[in-house]
């Protein structure tokens, strides 16, 4: 098990169990993150690495919370989810 405090695009947790792989000949399974944002590109990476995501918590669950308490709007939850679907594509929305 590979322990990760953030996943993003999965790029860093796949080097690093590539690189546990190789060097160390460890066998990694699975990758244990603290908080994930779901980015299609991650599920994406550790497929290709044959390993599992186990996220402690997620982007999803972060914002039904911040809904439910108020501190949120739908609005925002909604601009969080463009950005969860496509993250380089709405960092260029914002520039324009």
Do not use: N
């Amino acid at each position: 098990v590979l322990i990760e405090d953030l996943l993003s695009t999965g790029g860093s947790a796949v080097a690093s169990v590539e690189a546990i792989r190789e060097e160390g000949q460890g066998i990694i399974t699975d990758v244990v993150s603290i908080f994930s944002y779901e980015l299609l590109s991650s599920f994406e990476s550790a497929q290709s690495a044959r390993v599992q995501l186990h996220p402690l918590s997620t982007i999803t669950t972060l914002v039904e919370v911040a809904i439910s308490q108020g501190r949120i709007t739908e609005e925002d939850a909604e601009r969080i989810g463009e950005f969860v679907k496509d993250p380089e594509g709405w960092g260029r929305m914002l520039t324009k």
